[in-house]
T-cell receptor
């Protein structure tokens, strides 16, 4: 089945600095890659996604890049703020309808 | 996006009992899924809830342990049967928007099995 690896598992950055989380996937047919943010005790929230026909997508301080050849995609958060502290999950679409999630990255923004 | 309501939001259960979680969506949706999130872990797909037919289970999950119903396009239930402490998890209902892959989650049901 589909496998999604995510790194790092934990990440601490100074407020105002950038954070980068990376994921790789195994199924070259995957064509949809969302990122979810999960705050403590809350549901995962879709924050940005990218499809395989584009290489990069931005939404204010967050961006996602995709390298289909290498089968990896990354989440970039610039000018980090304390409210960015959360667990972030990448995912890849498998079989055109099922998402497989990465193992998660716990991001801590240090004030 | 659709409003997804789950209940109960949390429960404490005794070993050997069963609990049914309900998921209600405020609009008709094609795809409904049930995920499990064990403490400190990622999300694992249990099954796809199919309207009017048996659910499609992922490897490692079976109907006898996790029976699922989906009588219509806005409602589904997941039962966790014969619970053990290992079943202590958050169970999340999720729905697809019809845009391929896009998925939104309910608030989750946090089960603790003693």
């Amino acid at each position: 089945g589909e496998n999604v690896e995510q790194h790092p598992s934990t990440l601490s950055v100074q407020e105002g600095d950038s954070a980068v989380i990376k994921c790789t996937y195994s199924d070259s047919a995957s064509n949809y890659f969302p990122w979810y943010k999960q705050e403590l005790g809350k549901r995962p929230q879709l924050i940005i996604d990218i499809r395989s026909n584009v290489g990069e997508k931005k939404d204010q301080r967050i961006a996602v890049t995709l390298n289909k050849t290498a089968k990896h995609f990354s989440l970039h958060i610039t000018e980090t703020q304390p409210e960015d502290s959360a667990v972030y999950f990448c995912a890849a679409l498998f079989g055109n309808e099922k998402l497989t999630f990465g193992t998660g990255t716990r991001l801590t923004i240090i004030p | 996006s659709a409003v997804i309501s789950q209940k109960p939001s949390r429960d404490i259960c005794q070993r050997g009992t069963s609990l049914t979680i309900q998921c209600q969506v405020d609009s008709q949706v094609t795809m409904m899924f049930w995920y499990r999130q064990q403490p400190g872990q990622s999300l694992t797909l249990i099954a796809t809830a199919n309207q009017g037919s048996e659910a499609t289970y992922e490897s490692g999950f079976v109907i006898d342990k996790f029976p699922i119903s989906r009588p219509n396009l806005t409602f589904s239930t997941l039962t966790v049967s014969n619970m053990s402490p290992e079943d202590s998890s958050i169970y999340l209902c999720s729905v697809g928007t019809g845009v391929t892959g896009e998925l939104f989650f309910g608030e989750g049901s946090r089960l603790t099995v003693l």
